[in-house]
């Protein structure tokens, strides 16, 4: 059986994986057996059974110890809604709860990475895209491993970049020193514009050159004359006018999403 070793350095609830359970670089997806949990609990507050031999139910102090007391600890985890939920229930619900565990670079390299979880029917591939809850996400202490729990059944994963990585960008870019000429494109989706609604009538988008936009003297051939860059886009979009608005539209590039999907 795997073992989990304890970080040197990190407080006693940070528990990581070692390398047979969790190998660098490698993501580990898992389900939350309520059952076991069950057991653990009914083992940790075994000791505070009402054993004596009144009509009480034997489990009537364990539970009524367990939803009081540990409740606030969940606060640090979990929706405050929820953990008021748990403190006027008199016995736990059994909720299902997915996760992962990831361990890779990019944990430190990325540290404000974003995950969106879905249940079956609900991807964004589906008619009504749903975001199920999640419970906890964070990397364990300074380690390179990232712990995230969901409430539900989650059947596709994304992991993304943070928001703030949006930018302008190209696609393909090189420079020819022989002969001062840079060889570049731009991914551009043909949209429409109708008052204050922009649609993408085709989602394939199309390799357009904007190496004529690059400025001819500027060093290294990396500043792009952005009236000439309209210019372009525009003679590829029906010679439409191009304002700042649309040019941001077509120039942004989006985070990096990684995306997993589990069949049932």
């Given at each position: ?10 407080p ?11 190998p ?39 539970d009524?110890a367990?939803?009081?007391n540990?409740a ?26 997915t996760?992962f ?24 591939l589906d008619?009504?895209?749903q ?17 995230c729990?969901i ?8 992991l ?20 001062n000429?840079?060889t ?13 609604s ?20 500027a ?7 952005m ?11 029906n ?26």
């Open positions: 059986m795997a073992k989990l070793s304890l970080l040197k350095g990190v006693f609830n940070y528990l990581v994986p070692d390398e047979s359970m969790l660098p670089e490698s993501i580990k997806f898992f389900y939350v057996d309520p059952n076991w949990q069950q057991a653990l609990i009914d083992g940790a507050f075994s000791l505070g059974r009402n054993l004596t031999n009144e009509a009480t139910s034997m489990g009537m102090s364990r009524a367990l939803t009081q540990i606030g600890s969940m606060a640090d985890y979990l929706d405050q809604n929820y953990v008021n939920k748990m403190k006027k229930i008199t016995t736990p619900e059994v909720q299902t709860v996760g565990l990831i361990r890779s670079s990019v944990v430190n390299a990325y540290p404000n990475m974003g995950v969106n979880a879905y249940p079956s029917g609900h991807t964004p008619s009504s895209p975001l199920l809850p999640i419970l906890r996400y964070e990397q364990l202490g300074s380690s390179d491993v990232m712990i729990l409430q539900g059944e989650a059947v596709q994963i994304d993304h970049e943070a928001p703030e990585v949006l930018h302008l960008g190209i696609d393909d870019y090189s420079y020819d020193k022989s002969n000429t840079v570049a494109s731009k991914s551009v989706k043909s949209f429409t514009v109708s008052g204050n922009v649609s993408i009538p085709n989602e394939n988008p199309t390799s357009v050159p904007i190496g004529s936009a690059f400025r001819k003297n060093k290294a051939q990396r500043v792009i004359n009236s000439t860059l309209a210019s372009t886009i525009s003679s590829h979009e010679n439409v006018a191009i304002n700042s608005a649309e040019m941001g539209f077509v120039m942004t590039e989006g985070v990096g999403t990684v995306s997993f999907t589990f069949n049932s």
